[in-house]
């Protein structure tokens, strides 16, 4: 009876010893200094995000739509549709604004005049958002739409890759230069 109570004292005893062990083992994670100065330097890590106020910027898109002379539709559908199509032409609008335009282009020359000269323009974006300021009833039954974003400054500085820092761009020359063998 005594070897047991013995032993299990003893494994008390071992297991606090282990316990406690992981608190000596450092000053510097349980002093009190060695904690407010890591906790002041969070906090001034902080500060300057918080500091840094967004700088918004309005930008507006316009697009116009016209009515459908399918004999088909009724004249509240050719209305909804044009309003429709000036809504999605404002949203392209305000698209190539924020994300820019892709142009592709292709031409052919042909005893040094231009044969075909072609191109084609693309956007592809997001936009999260804008607001309909207005929806314009115009002459020939056109309509005009008004789209609105507000935008932070930084946004474009972030999504165009030609506004990196002057790090990286390098001169023409020193890009086109042609080592000699």
């Known amino acids: 009876m005594k070897k047991q109570t013995v032993l299990k004292l003893s494994m008390v005893g071992l297991a606090s010893v282990f316990v406690l062990s992981g608190c000596i083992q450092s000053k510097s994670c349980c002093s009190g200094t060695e904690v407010r100065t890591q906790h002041n ?3 001034s890590v ?3 995000a ?3 106020k967004p700088e918004l910027m309005k930008i507006s898109g316009i697009g ?6 399918f004999g088909a539709y009724t004249p509240g559908q050719r209305r909804l549709m044009a309003i429709r199509a000036s809504k999605l032409d404002a949203y392209r ?3 190539e604004q924020l994300h820019g335009v892709k142009i592709d282009s292709n031409t052919s020359i042909s005893t040094l005049t231009a044969k075909s000269d072609s191109f084609r ?3 592809n974006a997001v936009v999260r958002g804008a607001r309909i ?3 314009t009833p115009m002459a020939d ?6 789209l609105e974003v507000y935008v932070d400054k930084r946004f474009f500085e972030q999504t165009f890759i030609y506004s990196g820092s002057k790090a990286t761009i390098q001169s023409p020359e020193s890009v086109y230069q042609v080592s000699s063998y």
């Open 93 to 95: 609008a305000l698209a």
């Open 46 to 48: 902080v500060q300057p």
């Open 64 to 69: 116009y739509g016209a009515e459908s002379t």
């Open 50 to 52: 918080q500091a840094s």
């Open 133 to 135: 300021v207005s929806v």
């Open 141 to 146: 039954r056109n309509y005009e739409t008004v």
């Open 41 to 43: 330097q969070a906090a």
């Open 121 to 123: 323009a693309r956007v």
